[in-house]
């Protein structure tokens, strides 16, 4: 079991930065890849990032602008959000996948923490 927690949302204005970080538990976080997904009202769960060992990968729409980092050490990794846009908005998802293959479909991930809320005002 890998219990993941979210944490730095909050509310930006547009142009601005947030960090978002995800600590996991357990001993072998090193050998998972990581994702952030996120999820706008009345809309499905969406892919923006995720990492593993040998690289990361980004959806288009966050693409120059977001960067995904992990820390094995700490068991933590982190998004960082800048010139962050009010479609941005949305809450954010951090997922576990068991293997190192870095996934876009929500489906592929086995463990997700509890989201944290990221609001960008015009």
């Known amino acids: 079991q890998v219990l993941l927690v979210e944490s730095g949302g909050g509310l930006v204005q547009a142009g601005g930065s947030l960090r978002l970080s995800c600590a996991a538990s357990?001993?072998?976080?090193?050998?998972?890849?990581m994702g952030w997904f996120r999820q706008a009202p009345g809309k499905e769960r969406e892919f923006v990032a995720a990492?593993?060992?040998?690289?990361?990968r980004y959806a288009d729409s966050v693409k120059g602008r977001f960067t995904i980092s992990r820390d094995n050490a700490k068991n933590t990794v982190y998004l960082q959000m800048n010139s962050l846009k009010p479609e941005d908005t949305a809450v954010y998802y951090c997922?576990?996948?068991?293997?190192?293959?870095?996934?876009?479909?929500?489906?592929?991930?086995?463990?997700w923490g509890q989201g944290t809320q990221v609001t960008v005002s015009s």
């Open positions: 997922a576990a996948r068991t293997t190192q293959a870095m996934g876009v479909h929500p489906s592929l991930y086995d463990y």
């Open positions: 357990g001993r072998t976080f090193s050998s998972y890849a």
């Open positions: 990492i593993n060992w040998s690289g990361m």
